[in-house]
């Protein structure tokens, strides 16, 4: 007697599970399939009964999610779903991804970097490329924005974002029934101009650029605002040569800052375009040295003059500090417009360099020569001298070439003694 059927059992049988069945009775429990050739004995409480492999697996939560067939040896976990080591590849393209290779996650499906990055990444407001890590998001005018940390620190810091396009987000994207998700709107443009290669290029270029202007200028600044303290707690003390000295340094990190923005100047004359607009910033900056400087030869007046003499000074910082920012930012947008507009992709690593040279120097007025500590600028991504843009500034590493040691052939610091 068939085991399924009940009835009497003639020509082709399969025997199992201490049963005799009909060829086409013994069927899987799940899917009703025949399964003679290949089958997997369950046994619960009640009853044997058959199921074909897929059917076996997929009780025990072991389907690939991409060929819908059972997972007999290795498989990867990823997005609540199980993959055969060869089938786990992008939902878009046929990358398959090693077990050092990162993948990105979308809507229960994964991606390759190229097609996460340009179908559903958040693109960062300040450099327009997708974000990948850890990003800032802030809300503005009742819009949220996400920032790559340094873009937004920059962009804090100087007001100033490196791309003049306004990148679109998935929150203004439209539906893709391909993806079965959201997918943005250049996706497909970027797609037809990038490759894999290329955009993950543009990408490590763009953060090596963001983390170098983050990196020196922030160093500059805050070398600069060090300056200024010093030179104020020296004169508080009554360490007046020492104050000298320092001021001194100040003094150098402002020459170096106008011999840059003037090489920049010299750069949009190459392109016959108009240059940047910063006179009355250069203005503003030297008098309020000159002020500063003023007042610090009158702190040794009465006790009954000091008082405003103090707050004249604090004043007098605060707008040094404000100046020094504003230049700074006009020496960044016009290195970017040259970029951006005129196709000048060194003049930006040119500013770097030269304040980057400066901080290796540790400012020191005293350098013979600028820029020559070889052991230490072969550590540093900027490692040669730029060249210069006017007669002022040509094959000096920062700075002037009239004020620089070699040229006036005085140490400064030899007032020390």
Sequence with gaps: MCGACGNPVKGQFVRAMNKVFHL??????????????????????????????RDYFARLDLICGKCDKALRGSYI?????????EHFTCSVCPVVFGPLDSYYEHGDEVYCHFHYSTRFAVKCVGCANAILKQFVEINRNQKDECWHPECYMIHKFWNVKLTSKLPTTPT???????????????????????????LRAKQARMEKQVEQ????????EESSAGCISEMLRFVSAGQYLDAVIMA??????????FAAIDDLEAQFAEQKVRGMSHAREAKMLCRKTVNFFSLLSHTQDPPEQRASITQELLALVTGLAHYLKILIR??????????????????LDYLLARLSLLALDDADPSIPVRGQDRSRLELESQGSIPPGFTSSTRGLAYGYRSLAVRMVRFWPNLCRF
Aim: proline share 3%.
């Design 248 to 257: 001194e340094r100040f003094i150098l990190h402002v020459e170096v800052l």
């Design 213 to 220: 202007i983050w990196r020196v200028l922030s160093a500059f």
């Design 172 to 198: 203004a994207s439209t539906y893709a029934s391909t993806a079965s998700s959201f997918v943005d709107l250049d996706a497909v443009d970027e797609e037809k101009t990038e490759t894999p290669d290329s």
């Design 77 to 85: 976990t990823a997005c609540s779903k199980k993959y055969h080591v």
């Design 330 to 347: 006009i020496a960044l947008t016009g290195s970017l417009k040259l970029e951006r507009e005129h196709g000048n992709t060194k003049a």
């Design 24 to 53: 086409n009775c013994f069927r899987c429990r799940d899917c009703n399939k025949i399964v003679a050739a290949k089958f997997f004995p369950v046994e619960d409480a009640e009853e044997s009964y058959p199921l074909c492999e």
